[in-house]
Structures are given as C-alpha cells and as structure tokens.
C-alpha cells in the first residue's frame, strides 16, 4: 500500500463518473433502458437532482419507490451496469485536460487515488479503455466499503489506502452526494461542472469547468484555512 511521501504537500481522490470521465449520458441511457424494461417511469430532471450519484440499491429504492429485497436488488443492478457497460464501451475518453493533469501530480509526487460508488467492472473498463490505470496509486470501488456516497467511507478507504490525512486531501467531485462524501470525510473538494451549475453544485472549495483550469500551487492554497463556500 503506498504511502503519501513527506514531502508530498497534498494527496489527490478522484471520483470516476463525470469526473475522470464523462460518461453520465451513458449511466441516463442505461437507467433510462432499464426502466423502460421493467415499466417504470424515468423523469431525468429528478434522476440528475436526487439520485444520480448514489450507490445503486438507492437509485433503485428511487425507481422502484420502495426497498427491494436485497437479492432482488443486486440482480437488476448486474443488469443495469451491463446496459452501461454495452453502451459506454468504444466511447470511452477521459476528461478534457486530465492527462496533462495527472502527469503534472506524478511528476510533483503527489499521491493519488480514485473512490467511486461504481462496481469494479466499471471501473476497471474506464480505466483500460482511457488508459488511466498508471496514473494511480490506489483504487477504491463500491466493493471495498458498507456505505456507499454520501457516507463519508469511499472517501476515508482511499484516505488510507494512499496513508494521507483526510484533511491533507483534495477530492474532485461532480454530484451532491459524492460533495457530501467528501465533506464528511474532511477532505477539501473541487466541484466539476459535469452535472450541475455552480450554483447548484452547493458547498465546495473550488469551481471549475474543466482540469484545463487547475494546477497545483492553485490546489495546495487549498489546504489553507478557510471554509467550503458556494463560489470559488
């Protein structure tokens, strides 16, 4: 398990959809087809606002509006994330300006790590495809956690698994629950415009449209004292 070096200023988290990648049509296509099979309504303003970004067995609580038996549940997640997995494969590309980013953190030392809510297979097709897998230090899924966004654990797992401090942690962030998971987790977080507005995005640090737009002296003034605030 690699641990965060003395002289690294800061560690970096990363969460997958519509951060690293920005595959959230795909995920709507595939809880849209998903729906479509099993009679269910899908209303996509109300997916983005209060499910996108949950583990599954919520999103389903949310579709279904009602608690699946857990089997249950855990059959029609296998067969949504294959619908994504069939649409989102041959489309897969990272992030505008993420390359260059994290070859600017490997280059300075800086730990990093993803923590999605996402299932390995997920993960695993995203980085292979976008060929991103290197530029890690640790990788951190649903698997490896109880609570999924926005408990804090995905964020703290990867805390650990990279040997940083929560507070000496930056994490990327699209969606309200993963902002919360991050938050909780007493990490400072940047809010990517993926999904929402920044005025939607709700208490970050750190605004921006693209990883074109960030560097690390703007990361490191980060971990200065201060308190999340809606704008940059």
């Known amino acids: 398990m690699p641990g965060q070096p003395r002289s690294a200023p800061f560690s970096a988290v990363f969460d997958m959809d519509g951060v690293i990648v920005d595959n959230r049509a795909y995920h709507f296509q595939a809880w849209e087809a998903f729906s479509e099979a099993h009679g269910l309504p899908f209303d996509p303003a109300y997916f983005r606002d209060h499910l996108f970004g949950r583990v599954n067995r919520d999103i389903l609580r949310g579709l279904f509006n009602k608690e699946l038996p857990k089997d249950i549940a855990r059959a029609y997640a296998v067969e949504k994330e294959a619908l994504y997995r069939k649409f989102y494969t041959d489309h897969v590309k ?5 390359i260059h980013f994290l070859r600017e953190l490997r280059a300075a030392g800086i730990p990093t790590a993803v923590a999605t809510a996402a299932p390995r297979p997920n993960l695993d097709l995203v980085l292979d495809e976008a060929e991103l897998r290197s530029y890690f230090d640790a990788l951190i899924d649903i698997s490896a956690v109880k609570k999924g966004k926005p408990a804090p654990d995905l964020y703290l797992k990867a805390a650990e698994a990279l040997g940083a401090a929560p507070e000496r942690c930056i994490a990327f962030e699209d969606s309200h629950p993963g902002i919360a998971s991050a ?7 940047i809010g990517i415009t993926t999904a929402h507005t920044p005025d939607e995005l709700g208490p970050v640090h750190l605004v921006i449209e693209s990883f074109e737009e960030i560097s690390i002296d703007r990361l490191q003034a980060l971990l200065g004292p201060g308190r999340p605030q809606d704008q940059p």
């Open 94 to 98: 990272p992030a505008r300006g993420l």
């Open 183 to 189: 938050l909780a987790a007493g990490m400072r977080v």
